[in-house]
Structures are given as C-alpha cells and as structure tokens.
C-alpha cells in the first residue's frame, strides 16, 4: 500500500490480507503500521544507520489498542531522533530487556551474594545479605541496576536511620553492592558515590559483671534450641557470632575435645583452633543426644539450625526473646541484679576481660580470640609460629570453672590466678 497518514481512520480502514500488509505515514518517514494475516496490527519504526548502503533495521513500537495512532506517533518522533543522533533504538531496546532482567536489583543481590560475599566477606556473607534482603529489595524490588539513583539508597536506609548499626552496616553492604557492579561491567557509575555513609555506632566497651553473666547464662538456659545453647558457647569461647552460628560437627573433635575453625569461614580467613573446656564439652554432649546421638557427636550437619539444612539464624528476634527471659531471670533473685544493655559481640570482651582478671597472658587471649593484630601482628606475627594449644586449654578450662563458680554462688572474689600460663 502507499503512504498516507496514520490516523484512527486509517487504522481502522486497514484489514488484513494474505501476508502482513505495511502503511507508511507520509509525514513521518519511517513510521508505519504492520496488518498480519490474523489482523493484528503494530506500529513500527523503520530506519538506517549509515547512509543507504546500511542495513534497513525495524523497532516495535507497540499494538494498536494499547497505543493510538497519536501516541504512537510521539514515540517515532523520539526514535527518529536518536537515529539522527547516531543511537541504534534497537540496541538500547536490547539492552534495556537485558538489564530489566539480568540488572534487575531483586536477582542481582543473589549473583552478588555467590560471587562477592561468599567469596570476599566469608564469614558474615549471610548477614550482609540479609541486610539487603530484609531493608534494601522490599525498597527497589526489581529496578535495573542503571536506573537506581541517590535519592532509591536514601530510601532504603530511611527507616533504619535510628539504628545506627544496622544503618552503618546496610549502608557498606550497598556501597559494595554497586562498587562490585561497576569493577563487573555491568554499572557505569556507582549511584552511591559522593554519598555521605550514616554515622558508625560509638565504640563500645560492655563488659558483662559476673552477675550479668550468671542471669544471661541462665536466661539462655530458658531459651532453648538453638539460639540458647549457641549463647552459651559464645560466653565459653568468645568466638564471633557468625562463626559459632555456622558450626558443624565435622569441625568438632570428640577425642581431641577441640574445635578447628578452618579460614574459609573465619572473619579474618585465618584459621583457629578451641580446646574445649568441661562445660562447652557438656552442652555439646546434651546437643548431640538432642540429634539422636547415643555416644559422641555426630559427624556431619549444623551443631546450631532450625531447618537442619542451614545454619540459624534471625538473631535480632531471638535475642530480643533472650532479653524478656533475662528480665524474668532477674526478677526471681533475692538481690536484683541491674543488666546493661548488650550485644552477642560484647561476650567476646567480656570473655577477655575476665582472662585479664584470671591473670592469663594477652597472647594467649588475642590467640582464643583469633585476632592478627597487637602480639601476633608484623614482625612477631611473622616469627611467632606457636599456637599458645596448652595455654588456651588451660585458660578456658579457667574461664569455665569461674563460670561455674558463679552460678553455683560460690565467693566470686576467690580468683585463682593461673601461674603456668603467666610465665
């Protein structure tokens, strides 16, 4: 058919025939309308790139009905000038259907979690993820990667603005986010940059009193599997959260009483060891029957899950439960006992703060802890190859007898200082 104007008449007026039937406006050089055998009809633009000799190259616009003439008229104009500005329409369609799929935020934070987290940030890939899981994919959903701004991330942190933790925290796993994105190819530009990151937490210095650590250690008691067991090996061994929470028995050592911590999963991706003290031994002992474990502990599977499949998790809503059983625990002493508020991570300087006062030595307690700096850092770090294995055994064997000690109201003044582990 010839050229003629694109108008509802003229749509209207169209019927289709044996094979697709073309109309081609005549104002609008290369905007038509496709008729098929089945009567469908589609607006298109037609055009070159290149002069001529160039390919002739046809861009959907869309169907009659859910567009008109007019408005689809309006998009051919746009197209036509971007042809003139040397943009292949076709192209950025290409790569807008690309990005809507393999840009889109919701399946990028998973592709991000395998390849990133998992393999930059071993030991706390599951709460990062969780972060964005829980604050940042309820915000931009699906919204390709291009197309998120400053104005999306500050929506996403908006809510836990008060939380200045878990706001600090949201706030580097995005920056990672999006850095990884642009080091990939896949992002120009982080939308992130120049932003201004939430003020971090202050610094805190919670050390738990015996007293505190007696109710906690108790209230844990009341909570249950498995975050309350979990509790009480983080009190004996003052390992990080994540690691005790992803502990599997493979990892454990029935004859050796110890726990070897490989550095695939360690914060610092350096492994460490735990020799396991009378007490972390006994709630181990009542986790392994718990699984139906007649003798000695099993050999394969998490110590610490809900599903049996993965480790546990949701740790905010159990210790806020963990918190309410603390409360009831205070409430039945003779002498109320007033407990400060405190974090998982504050057992860790607890447990070294009460070595302190044991009298252990500072190398053995960075060793317990697994840290790579102060005693075990540059040159003595280098050269001091021993593992301080004894020392920490007889450290927290210590640590777990002053533990009992307080629970079982014993004089929490008599102190015993431990010579062979200061010499």
Known sequence: MGKRRISKSTVDATHSAAKDLFV??????????????SGSKVYLYQYRLGGRGAKVR??????????????????????????????????????QAR?????????????????????????????????????????????????????????????????????????????????????????????????????????????????????????????????????????????????????????????????SLPASRAKNDTAASWPLSSLAVAELDALAKRSGKATGW??????????????????????????????????KLKEPVSVQTWRLHDLRRTLATGMQRLGVRFEVTEAILNHVSGSRSGVAGIYQRHDWGPEKKVALQSWADHITSVLTSADKSNVVQLASVRA
């Not at 210095?205 to 975050?227: H, I, K, M, N, S």
Request: aromatic content about 8%; charged content about 25%.
């Open 24 to 37: 081609w406006d005549d104002k609008l050089t290369g905007f038509g309308l496709k008729v098929t055998p």
């Open 58 to 95: 046809r861009y959907t616009i869309g169907r009659h009905g859910t567009l008109t003439p007019d408005g689809a008229r309006t998009i051919a104009e746009g197209l036509a000038l971007k042809v003139a500005s040397g943009v292949d329409p076709q192209r950025v369609k290409v790569e």
């Open 99 to 259: 990005q809507a799929i393999d840009l889109a935020f919701d399946a990028y934070v998973d592709t991000f979690a395998d390849d990133c987290l998992k393999v930059k940030w071993k030991a706390s890939h599951e709460y990062a993820k969780s972060l964005l899981v829980t604050y940042a994919i309820p915000v931009l959903r699906n919204k390709p990667l291009p197309q998120i701004t400053a104005k999306d991330i500050r929506a996403v942190i908006a809510p836990v603005k008060s939380k200045l933790a878990t706001a600090h925290n949201l706030f580097s796993v995005i920056r990672r986010l999006f850095r990884w994105a642009v080091n990939e190819g896949d992002l120009e530009i982080s939308p992130i940059d120049g932003m201004e990151p939430p003020a971090a937490p202050a610094t805190r210095d919670v050390v738990l009193t015996d007293d505190e650590l007696a109710v906690v250690w108790r209230a844990a008691g009341d909570l249950g599997y498995p975050f309350g067991p979990m509790v009480r090996i983080l009190i004996l061994t003052g390992a990080r959260r994540e690691e005790v929470a992803g502990l599997e028995w493979p990892e454990l050592s029935h004859n050796a009483l110890q726990w």
């Open 298 to 331: 099993p050999r394969k599977g998490f110590v610490f899950s809900t599903t049996g499949e993965t480790s546990v998790s949701g740790f905010s809503r159990s210790k806020t439960r963990l918190d309410k059983l603390v409360i009831k625990e205070v409430a």
